[in-house]
């Protein structure tokens, strides 16, 4: 017992000592970084990814393994102003302008020194492996409740075995106690039988039932109508298979940079193939779909992938995409009023777009829904918008929060005229 005891002891300190020098070695490693990768991943993938790719050559080079090629004090005036490195006659700056066609690489001189090493770090660092979805990431957020739906289903199907089983032990109860009396056993269709036949003569229990039949169907009437023309949910299938979760969220694109028509009009356009041309006609891979999506918006617009080239005399073809958010004609709703005087973020009524795989319609965009927002959303009296009602609104109000509401954002002209 004692030598098991003492041998015990020894892998014990030998797993400690094994642990100690991993969890030393992990520090190192990270000590050795010279920035966060997390945060350096974020600003490539803002400031860098149209041009670059860690693995292979884009418009400039692949980044992977720059730190080992050129010094952190080089890297870092490369970045923030290559003209300025260029011009101070540094053989090295002048040399990659030379080899990539004189393309000259914007500056950044908003970039900390700290930012730069973070990017650097995730030069060093690359992607890691993301572990495996648990559920489907095309489906909606509001398809968040799906799991919740099913298992809803499994607790009725469990409660309703349970008291099938149990409806069974009371038979068989039933049946013992007749036994026991001399009585013949019946079985549950003849006990079900009896209990019809007494229910049905009894008229205070048919009013009853009656009344609560007669209200649940009214009650899903109702909730029936009140869903015609709501939209919720409303995924279609777009003709090419665009990630506003990779665009809009690991990217950060701006989404009035494709939504242009958001800040200047009534409308939120919908991006023309040659807008997307301005990243893809570099960016010719995608991380999710290889290069099957994007070849779809070079058909549309005659881009040739192998000479990097337009084809002349191409007939462009609009790609089709399905509508998903639509009001009705009988509302007016303009996008800019919200977007400039407002100043709404686009999530408010899409939703979290950013981390949609495919796009659906997040919010009801019902009148009842807009008419609720109008009565709980302070509006910002100090923009130039209000200049005029600024001192009354002020005055009339004093410090209550002003709604939409309190300026006539409930009055039926606004919207239907």
Not at 133 to 154: F, H, R, S, V
Not at 192 to 211: D, E, Y
Request: neutral net charge.
């Amino acid at each position: 017992m004692k030598t098991s005891l003492n041998r015990l002891n020894v892998l014990l300190l030998i797993a400690l000592m094994l642990w100690s020098s991993l969890s030393l070695f992990a520090q190192d490693g990270a000590a050795n970084l010279p920035g966060d990768p997390e945060l350096g991943k974020k600003l490539f993938n803002a400031q860098c990814a149209a041009c670059h790719k860690l693995d292979k050559k884009l418009v400039g080079p692949a980044m992977a393994g720059v730190t080992e090629r050129r010094s952190q004090e080089w890297l870092i005036k490369w970045i923030r102003n290559n003209a300025e490195l260029r011009a101070s006659g540094d053989k090295d700056a002048i040399a990659i302008y030379e080899e990539y066609n004189k393309s000259a690489m914007p500056a950044f001189p908003l970039l900390s020194d700290q930012d730069i090493l973070n990017i650097l770090a995730y030069t060093i660092v690359g992607d890691k492996p993301a572990a495996a979805p648990a559920a489907d990431q095309g489906a909606p957020a509001t398809g968040a409740a799906q799991p919740k739906e099913g298992l809803n289903i499994w607790v009725l199907v469990a409660l309703s075995s349970f008291l099938l089983v149990l409806l069974l032990i009371l038979v068989k109860v039933k049946n013992t106690l007749k036994v026991i009396k001399g009585e013949e056993p019946t079985s549950v269709l003849e006990d079900f039988s009896k209990g019809v036949q007494v229910a049905v003569k009894n008229q205070k229990l048919i009013v009853l039932l009656t009344i609560v039949v007669s209200v649940f169907l009214l009650k899903e009437l109702y909730w029936g109508l009140m869903s015609i023309g709501v939209e919720q949910g409303y995924m279609p299938e777009q003709p090419i298979a665009f990630s506003h979760k990779i665009h809009a969220g690991d990217n950060g694109i701006d989404c009035k940079y494709c939504h242009y028509g958001a800040e200047k009009g009534k409308h939120s356009n919908i991006p023309s193939a040659m807008l997307c041309m301005n990243c893809h006609t570099y960016i010719q891979e995608g991380p999710k779909y290889g290069t099957k999506e994007i070849d779809k918006i070079y058909a549309a617009v005659g881009f040739d992938r192998e000479s990097n080239t337009y084809i002349p005399g191409y007939e462009q073809k609009p790609v089709k995409w399905v509508r998903v958010h639509n009001l009705p004609d009988l509302a007016y709703f303009n996008h800019a009023q919200h977007v400039n005087v407002a100043g709404l973020e686009c999530q408010t009524c899409h939703g979290p777009v950013q981390e949609m795989e495919v796009l659906y319609q997040y919010s009801e965009l019902t009148m009842g829904w807009c008419i609720n927002c109008h009565r709980e959303t302070e509006i910002n009296v100090e923009n130039g918008y209000y200049k005029d009602l600024h001192d009354k609104l002020k005055e009339k109000y004093k410090s209550k929060k002003v709604t939409a509401e309190m300026i006539g954002g409930l009055e039926c002209g606004k919207c239907h005229y």
